[in-house]
Every structure is written in C-alpha cells, then in structure tokens.
C-alpha cells in the first residue's frame, strides 16, 4: 500500500533507546522533544487542556490513527489525521522526530510514514499541540519559529484559526472521509477559491457560496454571521482566505455526503449540535446516491437503490460511502442471448 519499508533498524534502535533513557512522553506534556517519542497509548495534552493528540481508531475501525481530538468532549471527535491514508495495522505505532527533524510514525515491522519534513541546519526542533488544535513543528530554542503546522494540511475539519483558502501559494482546503470507519481521503473538499466558498465532488463544483461582498457572501449571507463569534474572508500579502472564531467549541466538516456541517458543542446536551449545514438537502448533492441510487429527502436514509439493484459494497454503503453506487442484483437473462 506505497509504505516505503525502509526503516526496521531505525525502530528497533529507537525503542532501544528508549528503553535505556525512559524519556518518552507523560500525559502530562504538550510537546515532543526529538529525544521523546510517543507510543500508542500515550498523548499529548494541550496547555490549557482543550486538544489531545495521540493514536486512535474511528468507531467500527481497528486500524490505528495519529489524530487530535477535544480532550474534554467525551464523544471522540478526531479534528485532525496525519496518517488518514497510511493507517497503521495494529497498536505498535510509534511518533518520534528523527535526527533530520523529521516527525515520523513508525510501527514494529519497520513500515514508516513522514508526518512533517523539516531539513535545514540541523537545529534540535520539537512538537507542540496548542490549545487551538494546531500541531506545530518549531526549533527547540525559538518558539515563534513554526517550521511546520498541521492546519496547513487539514483533514475534514475547519478550526477557529485555521485558514481556509491560498496563503503562500497553498490551497489549504478540507476533505472528506470515504466513509464514517474510514478516514482515507474521501470524493468531497471543502474551501475557498476565488472570493467563494466551494465544494467539490472530485474537482466538479457542487456548491458555492456566492461571491463575498464585503461583508458576506451572496448566497450564504447567514454564515458571516455567527451568534458567538465571527468569520472573516481576509485578502492580504499572505493570500486570500477565511478564517472563524468561536466562544465554544466549534467546527465545520465536509462529510461523505457532500455536505458540509457547522456544529457547536452544547454541555447541556452533552452532544454536537448542527447549527448550519450546506447544501440544504442531500439530494442537491450532484449523484450523491451514487449510480442506479435514487436519492428522497423525506427518507432516511435518503439513498436507496433503484429497484432490482443493490449497493456495490453493501459495507460500504452502510458506512455512508455511496459513491461505487449500485449494482444489478441478479445477472440480465438477455446478457446470454446474443
Ligand atoms: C489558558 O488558560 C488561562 C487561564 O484560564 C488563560 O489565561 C489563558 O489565556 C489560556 N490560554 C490559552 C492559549 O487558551
Ligand atoms: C460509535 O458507534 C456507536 C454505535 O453506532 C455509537 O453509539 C457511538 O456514539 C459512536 N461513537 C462515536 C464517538 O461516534
Ligand atoms: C538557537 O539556535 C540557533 C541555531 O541553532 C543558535 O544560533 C542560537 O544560539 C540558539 N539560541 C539559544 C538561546 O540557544
Ligand atoms: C525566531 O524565529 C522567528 C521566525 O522564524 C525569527 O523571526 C526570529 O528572528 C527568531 N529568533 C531568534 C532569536 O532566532
Ligand atoms: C452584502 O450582502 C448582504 C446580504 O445580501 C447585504 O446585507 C449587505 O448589505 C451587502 N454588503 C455590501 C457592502 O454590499
């Protein structure tokens, strides 16, 4: 699965070395030093306690995950994957920065993934998970020198802070999960080109926000308008991008239906609630249901087959991946005939 197998000495040294010194992570710290590493079981916490990182598996999954998540909200919502299509296969993962201040995840048989590049100089660099969910990759001695972040490579989530759009010359947008157990990269994005909010089905438009006006977008003029903070389309030296922030836990998520969801988490219901969602029904999603899927949104679910077809994948499809669509459920007669 494209795993470049080039690393089992490194790994057996590594856990050697561990071994030996004991430095590897507590639950108590925010940052990976390039001495540490963290095991699977073990994470790191943020400062002030809002986001955790360490290794997961989504619900109905058993591979194994290098994500962030709130660290007080008791459903685990992942906000962040660094190895979504490079799933470990089993719980010896292990996330350490190598001696080029490379952050690394590496598993027992040597099967190794590069979470972050950093080459220059050769300065001691370290990990940090902030408070606002961003991993950053800074040099040891300066703080404010980021050499890498993680909301520059976002994974389905939108975060207060983060910059949705082009800045440096990168189109930094979110994509789906293929389906809700499997976090490999999914058909749909969610970002902002241009002056407009989009999403996109493989490239093809499948919604847009309308062009910003100055004070919010055309077609969505509600979203520039949240009752606990703000969103703000910035246009600089930087780049062009948009940003949000919140009072509470806020996030936006581009799903496998093609929607893309605002929910804010609400304590006294001890749940997510979805404040806003685009586009308004499912059905507007261009071939959500897949082919021979017919789509109603008074049904749920709202995609069923046409009659005498069934899902391709039925695990698929009840995972929410309707995207191999339909299949004839039994041979045609006529197919022999000719
Ligand atoms: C962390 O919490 C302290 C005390 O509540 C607060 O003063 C500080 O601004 C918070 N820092 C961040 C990064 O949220
Ligand atoms: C996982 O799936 C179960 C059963 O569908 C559900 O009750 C639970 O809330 C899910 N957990 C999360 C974190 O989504
Ligand atoms: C920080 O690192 C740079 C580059 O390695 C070095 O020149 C500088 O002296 C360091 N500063 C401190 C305070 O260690
Ligand atoms: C720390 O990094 C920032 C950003 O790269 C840089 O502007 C600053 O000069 C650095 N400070 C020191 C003391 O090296
Ligand atoms: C932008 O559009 C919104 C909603 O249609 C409208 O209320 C607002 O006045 C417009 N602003 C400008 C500067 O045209």
Redesign the pocket.
Known sequence: MGYPFRYPLRFILLSLHLFVTGESATSTTDTLSQTGSLSDGQTLIS??K?FELGFFSPNGSSNRYVGIWYYKIPLQTPVWIANRNNPLLDTSGVLYINNNGELMIVDRIGRSFVVAYYNPGGKDVEATIL?SGNLVLRETNNSSSIIWQSFDYPTDTWLPGMKLGVTEGQHRLTTSWRSSSDPTTGDFAFGLDSSQLFIWQKNVVSWSSGLWNGTSFAHNPELSEPPFGSLNFVSDSEGVYCTFSSIYYTRFVVDMTGQTREFTWVDSQGDWVLFWSVPHATCEVYNVCGVFGLCNDMALPACTCVQGFVPASQSDWDNGDKSRGCVRQSRLQCSTSQ
Do not use: E, I, K, Q
């Open positions: 400062l002030n809002t408070d």
